[in-house]
């Protein structure tokens, strides 16, 4: 038995060598599954958590196209869950238990959504910065070997390329009106510059799952590299906006052609993901309550399924 199994975990080590994609009713290593489970269904978290910053500001929208534009990307943020709750089940993991692991705080989501959003300018910055990260990260993913995982982060990257030119707008706008939009913009780049940075996770060095994660093809970039990218990026771009990076040692080395930022305070990140951040506790209480207060929605589903499925057996 351990002889067979040793074959299989070497045809699937080929198999991901050569740049195959592995489908739900392939064979696979058990620890390839279950670090996708986590994986997915942390992204999905994420993507239903982090309705709740901007939802909590569609009331409050300066305006009604505002207002339109917010409710629509909210609305996406929910379809994306969808999606990848659906791409996590493939690997035999219930929706109900994956709900059960998010609410009992097993389960984590991005760090990013511990955070309050103060102002009408957060709107704008998480565009900007939060789903500027999401589309570094996400789009290498979307080559990653499993490939309903891969097919969802294709439609999922589309739809978060709108939501930073979205964001991006909201920005140049209040940056456009004068000082004080200005000023609004600078104070919200302040608070979110460093959670957006954490959000890339921990050093490579440090990291206890990207090795696996590296060799299976799940991510085909590490912590590291892919933070760098986005500050060369969004360091240009601020700059160009007349924004300050907050970050006294913020340089740039002319030999990598890079910018090199101080050290992430690794102790905030750490209380955060361990659940004692500024809005960690609010957040899954919310997430729990809109839960089971949903619970008869789910039963009529259920009802109607089961009375669907007997009319179908009967007219057989």
Not at 24 to 51: T, V
Request: net charge neutral.
């Amino acid at each position: 038995m351990s002889e067979n199994i040793a074959m299989m975990e070497e045809q699937f080590n080929r198999r991901i060598a050569e740049g195959e994609t592995i489908e739900p009713n392939d064979w696979m290593p058990d620890k390839y599954r279950s670090q996708l489970k986590r994986l997915i269904s942390q992204h999905a978290h994420s993507e239903i958590i982090g309705m709740l910053p901007e939802g909590n500001w569609i009331t409050r929208a300066p305006s009604l196209r505002r207002k339109l534009a917010l409710l629509a990307k909210v609305q996406d943020e929910a379809g994306h869950g969808h999606y990848l709750y659906s791409s996590a089940e493939t690997l035999g993991i219930s929706r109900e238990e994956m709900f059960g692991q998010l609410h009992t705080g097993k389960a984590k989501y991005s760090s990013i959504f511990n955070y309050p959003t103060l102002a009408w300018a957060d709107m704008g910055m998480i565009g900007w910065l939060v789903d500027g990260a999401a589309i570094i990260n996400q789009t290498t993913m979307a080559k990653c070997s499993y490939g309903p995982y891969s097919r969802a982060l294709l439609r999922i990257c589309k739809e978060e390329n709108f939501h930073k030119k979205q964001g991006m707008e909201i920005i140049a706008t209040l940056i456009a009106s004068g000082e004080q939009g200005k000023a609004m913009v600078q104070e919200s780049f302040n608070r979110f510059w460093w959670p957006t940075l954490m959000m890339f996770g921990p050093h490579d060095a440090n990291s206890p799952n990207s090795p696996d994660m590296m060799k299976w093809k799940i991510k085909l970039k590490g912590n590291d590299e892919l933070r760098q990218r986005f500050i060369d990026m969004t360091v240009e771009q601020a700059q160009a906006w007349g924004l300050t990076v907050p970050d006294p040692k913020l340089r740039f080395n002319e030999q990598t052609r890079s910018w090199e930022t101080g050290e992430i305070d690794w102790n905030e990140f750490n209380a955060v993901i361990s659940g004692n951040g500024p809005c960690n506790h609010e957040r899954l209480n919310v997430r729990r309550t809109a839960h089971d207060q949903g619970a008869w929605v789910r039963e009529a589903a259920r009802a109607y399924e089961a009375k669907h499925r007997r009319s179908s057996e009967t007219a057989e």
